[in-house]
């Protein structure tokens, strides 16, 4: 099934495995070249050995599967910072393609040190067209990513069935907290001060004095890097950053726990049909067990609601984000949806789903808009 002639603007990627073989598996990767034709937006890639895997928890079960590619080289991808490893994500049960892009544009609005780049573009895979693809940078350690100098952690907030086999984690009384960089032996001299860190944290948080700026949280945390990342995925509803994964932060000896990078926010602005952050009214995250407890502290709440009003001024910004977006992708979905057929069919976990890209992109305007409004509301009432 090739594509139609209809240029999409997009630039395409061909990606060959060796022996045209099946990307079957999350862990091993095959071996394989990429080509990139970049049309006159994006650079070329001459040819280039590569090689990709699966990628994802419950977007692995979509029949349009996302990968993790990686280059033998640091490169310049699409225009993006050079790295090794690229994310291919599918979009498949965000008919829109823009839950991630839009929420990782918050990011860019946000005080975050640093939020993933992602560009679309038409995937081939053995010659056989796949799709539109959401490339992406992926969360890990690097200068231009996740600075974590030459001794910091970058730490996820996940759940045990989740984590590999070769996964380090300790627990908080709260939380598991699976350390994602560096690669550690269990209970060695970094493990017990990263472990030991974020425990005396989480003490501090829920102790008496919590509030004092000395002694209590504030001695430990990015103020701001906590309340922008509280602020954008209560904004979006992401489902799972009230407890259950993609909760990232990261922390340099020495420095404070800085909250983020943002990931994972295809289950986001309503796209959910399991939980309550389908809803635009309702708090969400507020109910993530150290956010509640930094509400419990005015001076938090403070910068809660400065912060608000400013994300509140970028409602306009980001609803013409929408607009040009899905304008820019107004052939692409339309190939797309020709290969996967999902427009007007449930595809888990959509509470509603449309026949067409724009009801889609509507349904996506609408649900910020009154979800603005309503935290407009409820964020002065904390």
């Avoid at 995925?233 to 340099?252: G, L, M, R, T």
């Avoid at 970028?314 to 899905?326: E, F, P, R, W």
């Amino acid at each position: 099934e090739a594509a139609s002639s209809e240029p999409t603007g997009l630039p395409i990627i061909y990606l060959n495995t060796e022996n045209n073989s099946e990307i079957a598996s999350k862990d091993e990767y095959i071996n394989g070249n990429i080509r990139v034709v970049g049309g006159r937006n994006f650079p070329s890639l001459e040819l280039m050995d590569m090689e990709i895997r699966g990628r994802g928890n419950s977007t692995w079960e979509h029949p349009k599967k996302p990968y993790q590619m990686k280059l033998d080289s640091k490169q310049e991808f699409l225009g993006m910072a050079e790295d090794k490893k690229w994310l291919f994500l599918a979009e498949y049960s965000d008919k829109t393609m823009l839950r991630n892009r839009m929420a990782f544009e918050l990011g860019y609005l946000s005080s975050l040190a640093w939020t993933p780049d992602t560009e679309f573009a038409e995937v081939y895979l053995n010659g056989v067209y796949n799709g539109t693809y959401h490339i992406s940078q992926k969360v890990e350690e690097g200068g231009d990513r996740v600075d974590l100098g030459d001794s910091g952690f970058l730490l996820e907030i996940d759940q045990l069935e989740r984590l590999d086999q070769d996964d380090v984690s300790f627990n908080t009384d709260r939380y598991l907290v699976n350390i994602k960089e560096p690669e550690l032996v269990l209970d060695d001299a970094q493990y017990q001060y990263i472990s030991r860190y974020i425990n005396e944290f989480e003490d501090a948080l829920f102790s008496a004095n919590f509030a004092n700026p000395t002694t209590g949280y504030a001695a430990y945390i990015n103020i701001d890097s906590f309340v922008d990342w509280f602020l954008i995925n209560e904004i979006v509803k992401n489902v799972d950053a009230q407890w259950w994964s993609s909760i990232f932060f990261h922390v340099i000896p020495g420095e404070k726990i800085n909250m983020g990078p943002l990931w994972d926010f295809d289950l986001s602005f309503g796209n959910v049909d399991y939980a309550d952050s389908q809803y635009a009214q309702g708090w969400w995250v507020r109910d993530n067990e150290w956010i509640e407890r930094l509400l419990d502290d005015p001076a938090f709440v403070q910068r809660v609601k400065t912060r608000f009003a400013y994300f509140k001024s970028k409602q306009t910004h980001m609803l013409n984000q929408i607009d040009d977006y899905a304008a820019y992708l107004q052939y692409a979905q339309a190939e797309n949806d020709d290969k996967w057929q999902t427009f007007g069919e449930y595809v888990w976990p959509n509470p509603v789903f449309f026949d067409t890209h724009q009801e889609e992109v509507n349904y996506l305007k609408t649900w910020f808009t009154n979800r603005m409004t309503w935290l407009d509301g409820a964020i002065q009432t904390l």
